[in-house]
């Protein structure tokens, strides 16, 4: 079946140092999204992004939908940016159907 | 701007009521899609609806249903609740098809 796999599952940073998401998946995608559900629930959309490079702030995400696989980078991490990143995206159909990895759950510590 | 506003936040029944949910969308969103989220299965997908019709429905049963009102307003039923039902239930709306999507703060329901 489709499916969407995220790695790593569990990061630990120090404030100020940079990290790599990456979320592969298994077949052409109408659209890819990257959010970041903080610890009280609260899912932030950070990018919708299903091909090419985006920047915003500190956060810059690439999709390379041809080899099906999307990063996400993050750059001089802080506390804030604490919590779990997720890839979902939609293969296709005219809904907004999307299939969500298991996500990325990031430490920031000081 | 209004975000998406999901009532109530929280919510605790016992197996065998049915409880409904509610999801006002950002003005403008047309779209409005229900989540699951649980430890076990992670993110998943309930329905959608867009323009008062549901075009798409995820795996779950049949005592999960949705309707969509004409001011885009979005509620979500869960009959006979199981324990297994207890999740945190994520709204999400968007303008159009393969548009951004932006999520509510979700309810949390307890089956007890």
């Given at each position: 079946g489709i499916q969407v796999e995220q790695s790593p599952p569990d990061l630990i940073l120090q404030e100020g140092a940079n990290s790599t998401l990456r979320c592969n998946f298994s077949d052409s995608v109408n659209n890819l999204q990257w959010f970041h559900q903080n610890p009280w629930g609260q899912l932030i959309n950070l990018f919708y992004i299903p091909s090419g490079t985006k920047q915003n702030g500190r956060l810059s995400a690439t999709t390379v939908a041809t080899e099906r696989y999307s990063l996400l980078y993050i750059s001089s991490?802080?506390?804030?940016?604490s919590g779990v990143y997720f890839c979902a995206v939609e293969f296709g159909?005219?809904?907004?159907?999307l299939t969500f990895g298991t996500g990325t759950r990031l430490q920031v510590t000081l | 701007k209004a975000g998406v506003t999901q009532t109530p936040r929280y919510l605790i029944k016992t197996r065998g009521q049915q409880v409904t949910l509610s999801c006002s969308p950002i003005s403008g969103h047309r779209s409005v899609s229900w989540y699951q989220q649980t430890p076990g299965q992670g993110l998943q997908f309930l329905f959608e609806y867009f323009s008062e019709t549901q075009r798409n429905k995820g795996n779950?049963?049949?005592r999960f249903s949705g309707r969509q009102f004409s001011n885009s307003r979005s509620e979500m039923n869960v009959s006979t609740?199981?324990?297994?039902?207890?999740a945190l239930y994520l709204c999400a709306t968007a303008r159009g098809t393969n548009e951004k999507l932006f999520f509510g703060s979700g309810t949390q329901l307890s089956v007890l």
């Open positions: 991490s802080q506390t804030t940016d159909g005219t809904a907004s159907k | 779950f049963p049949g609740l199981e324990l297994g039902d207890s």
